[in-house]
């Protein structure tokens, strides 16, 4: 069973940074997958950062260019470094991994951001 543990969060001010990171139970080197997830007020789950084993990543359109997924193999976390807050990016952010094909989700943490 994998465990994902997310320290960080917050409050932070719109056109603030933050940096959010998950720390894995096992060696995230051969983790398939792992993303970070947002759920806002009165909002369905969204991914927002992908990253694959041979760290390729993707991000949906609302982050690009404010949001960087990067992951530290000798550390077991992957991290998500936010800049340039919205109101909007205010949400319960989740870490996850896909994991020899099973799905494992951290317990989310919260961000929200001041306007």
């Known amino acids: 069973q994998v465990q994902l543990v997310e320290p960080g969060g917050g409050l932070v001010q719109a056109g603030g940074s933050l940096r959010l990171s998950c720390a894995a139970s096992?060696?995230?080197?051969?983790?398939?997958?792992m993303a970070w997830y947002r759920q806002g007020p009165g909002k369905q789950r969204e991914s927002v950062a992908t990253i694959t084993i041979d760290g390729r990543t993707n991000y949906v359109d609302s982050v690009k260019g404010r949001f960087t997924i990067s992951r530290d193999n000798a550390k077991n976390t992957v991290y998500l470094e936010m800049l340039s807050l919205k109101s909007d990016d205010t949400a319960v952010y989740y870490c996850?991994?896909?994991?020899?094909?099973?799905?494992?989700w951290g317990q989310g943490t919260q961000v929200t951001v001041s306007s």
């Open positions: 996850y991994a896909n994991v020899r094909f099973s799905d494992y």
């Open positions: 096992e060696n995230i080197g051969r983790f398939n997958k």
